[in-house]
């Protein structure tokens, strides 16, 4: 996702964006974990001001993927995150994790490997648009395997730190395909592998099923002048 970010990620959404984060997205767990990312061990990315109408210019390949609603990633196939209402901060920490490589994704690293610092900082900004506010308020009962994942990311999906992802909203199969990339290898992050790691299959579709269910929610950012705009 980038200058020239013309192919699908992954969650998250700078979509991954600046992955951020999927993206980058999305969560925290141990017996019951989180979906998305949380911070990486390494020192945080220095956040730098980002100009959205800068970052406009930039990612307009970026939208050919995560400016249209409903569109997919290929082989493996899940959905593209969404990732207007995420942090910036989150955004800009998932597409640095894709440029070193700590985000297993061929084409968002080359994407995100054309970046600048300044760049990502531009691209974050204006994928996150207005990132959503907490409420700080559970909807309905959070299941077991959930628990967990709400300190980070919120008992109504909003993330506590903006290095977090926010999950309200977002896809439930690519929440899914997140915390299989922990558990796989396929994202490097010591907290997020470490309460990745024990979650069955079951546990993995419920925590997903029930962030991607909570509202107000992420979106997919806004494709303007095309018949895939998504508005």
């Known amino acids: 996702m980038g200058r020239r970010c013309g192919s699908a990620v992954h969650a998250g959404s700078v979509a991954a964006l600046a992955a951020y984060a ?3 997205v999305a969560l925290a767990q141990t017996p019951a974990p989180p ?5 990486s061990a390494a020192p945080a990315p220095a956040l730098l001001p980002g100009d959205p109408h800068r970052g406009k210019e930039l990612s307009y390949t970026c939208l050919g993927c995560h400016g249209i609603d409903g569109y997919r990633n290929a082989y493996p196939d899940y959905s593209v995150p969404k990732l207007e209402g995420q942090n910036p901060e989150y955004l800009v920490s998932a597409l640095h994790d894709y440029r070193k490589g700590d985000r297993s994704h061929i084409t968002m690293h080359s994407q995100a490997s054309e970046l600048s610092d300044q760049d990502i900082a531009d691209i974050a900004v204006l994928f996150a648009g207005k990132p959503l506010t907490a409420t700080g308020k559970a909807q309905g009962t ?3 395997a959930a628990t967990l994942c709400t300190s980070c990311h919120g008992q109504d999906g909003v993330a506590v730190t903006p290095l977090y992802p926010s999950l309200a909203g ?4 690519y929440l899914v395909r997140a915390l299989a990339e922990y558990q796989n290898g396929g994202r490097k992050n010591p907290i997020m592998t470490s309460l990745a790691a024990p979650l069955k ?5 419920e925590i997903a099923a029930y962030f991607s269910a909570l509202t107000p929610a992420l979106k ?3 494709r303007p002048y095309t018949r895939f705009s998504a508005q």
């Open 220 to 222: 997919t950012e806004p």
């Open 170 to 173: 977002q896809h439930q199969d």
């Open 142 to 144: 959070v299941p077991k």
């Open 22 to 24: 999927l993206a980058g």
């Open 201 to 205: 299959p079951v546990e993995i579709a």
């Open 35 to 39: 979906a998305e990312t949380a911070a």
